[in-house]
């Protein structure tokens, strides 16, 4: 667990990530990582002294399972309400299969290197969608935070702006190497577009 703002921590789950947000007593989750991540989000909860009831929202910025894996069982705790974009809700509630991403030249080798390493492959369970998000859509979290569409990723991809604090969660739109260079997210369905939702992110003062 990694503090990035006072209210802000960064959880880095056995795969992937989730971000956790604070206001006052209540959390947000943004992201819950594959399936079967709860115990560890909700040990990170115990550590900063805050109760699974205190849920407040869940968001998911795209239904790949490294995103939504463990939403439902994080919503079945207390029914925090998981908010995800129209574009990929059919795919989280498990009613459609996601597609599979169109590789570039760039990306290819790093996927055959994720197909030949133990990275998990683990289908998430299906999740209600409480609440199905658009472009310019506000959630009542950090005092107004922006939904901004960023399809290219997947259909239904997001990032979410905290204007107030200059806080961007950008989902998988932003990536970066491991020596710390920013780079477009990989594994993308239409790369005009992510490129498109890239420059829209990288004009926001966050």
């Not at 919503?75 to 309400?81: E, M, T, V």
């Amino acid at each position: 667990m990694v503090e990035l703002r006072p209210r802000l921590h960064l959880l880095r789950l056995g795969f992937g990530q989730a971000y956790l947000w604070q206001d006052h007593d209540a959390w947000t989750l943004v992201d819950t990582g594959i399936p079967g991540s709860g115990p560890e989000i909700g040990e990170a909860l115990h550590r900063l002294g805050l109760d699974t009831p205190a849920s407040r929202t869940i968001v998911v910025t795209h239904g790949h399972e490294d995103h939504v894996g463990s939403a439902a069982q994080i919503r079945g705790w207390h029914g925090a309400p998981v908010h995800a974009h129209t574009g990929d809700a059919a795919v989280i509630r498990g009613e459609q299969r996601r597609r599979d991403p169109v590789l570039t030249a760039f990306d290819a080798p790093i996927w055959e290197q994720l197909a030949a390493s133990s990275v998990p492959d683990l289908d998430p369970p299906p999740c209600p969608v409480d609440v199905e998000l658009h472009d310019g859509d506000r959630l009542d979290i950090g005092g107004g935070a922006q939904v901004l569409a960023v399809p290219g990723h997947t259909p239904g991809s997001i990032a979410l702006h905290l204007p107030e604090h200059g806080v961007l969660f950008t989902g998988d739109t932003v990536a970066r190497t491991p020596d710390g260079e920013v780079i477009l997210g990989v594994f993308n369905l239409d790369e005009d577009a992510m490129i498109a939702g890239f420059h829209l992110l990288a004009e926001i003062d966050a």
